[in-house]
């Protein structure tokens, strides 16, 4: 499948369609510049993504004011994540398409929580399929409960 990798918009993409509301998310917070979701597995409680709004390829294609956005966010819904979900500690990081072996190439942060006995769970438990709506509608209502404002 080809992408069109127009920098403002790509109509097929899911990221694109999720801030367009065309597509579900449990959705943590947006702003203008950036929208933090959970659509992804949880291999871990806690996993989430953030995202700018602009369809956007590569982390030196962003603005000045869209990467203070996304970062911003990224930062806050970490504090939020830390405080509501209480992990041992969190990673962060980001992969397009080719490194990531997936099919979105919409630049994402992705907030991992990470929990003390973990370690074999990622390496040999990664869980698969996408948890129950509810679940994930459950997890984003915890954490953005700990967000300011
Ligand atoms: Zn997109």
Redesign the pocket.
Known sequence: MEYALDPK??PA????RI?RGEAPASIIAETAQAVAFMDVNQPTPGHVLV?PR??HVYLYDLDAATATGVFGLTTEVAKAVKHSLQPDGLNLFQANEVAGQQE???LHVHIVARYTGDRDRIRFGWRTELPPRSELDHLAKTIRSAMPG
Not at 13 to 16: A, D, E, G, L, Y
């Open positions: 918009h790509d993409c899911i990221f694109c801030v995202i602009d369809h979105v190439w919409h």
